[in-house]
């Protein structure tokens, strides 16, 4: 395996390394003399173009996302109890549903708790 695997790789090792070298020729070749030499970009404009396009457009789509909810404010209100319905995502074990009606009738003084529904919720007034 290792006898046939050997030729293959300096083969294609050394395809690899005739193509690099032959294609780097071409990269050093310089500029005809007869070619127009154009001045270099100043150094503002270069960073203008490759660090200032990026920042202005991050600044954008930033501005873009955060717009709409600085414009509705914020909804919850100080002093504001959470009037939304407490909800439970996936099935609740029985055994778990009654600690947690224990716990909640302990740390309320009673079944319903001092808001009523006495399962807690996202306002956690127990």
Do not use: C, H, N
Not at 22 to 40: C, Q
Not at 54 to 67: D, M, N, Q
Not at 74 to 81: E, F, I, L
Not at 89 to 105: C, K, M, N, V
């Amino acid at each position: 395996m290792i006898g046939r695997a050997l030729p293959r790789v300096l083969v294609v090792g050394s395809l690899a390394t005739v193509g690099a070298v032959g294609s780097a020729g071409v990269a050093l070749a310089g500029t005809p003399d007869t070619w127009t030499k154009e001045t270099p970009m100043p150094m503002l404009e270069v960073l203008g173009i490759y660090a200032g396009i990026p920042i202005g457009l991050f600044a954008l789509i930033t501005l873009l996302v955060l717009t709409p909810s600085l414009i509705r404010g914020s909804r919850v209100q100080p002093g504001v109890s959470w009037s939304g319905q407490p909800e439970w995502f996936g099935d609740r074990p029985d055994a778990e549903q009654s600690a947690e009606a224990d716990r909640t009738e302990q740390s309320t003084g009673g079944p319903e708790g001092t808001t009523g529904t006495g399962r807690g919720g996202a306002g956690g007034q127990w």
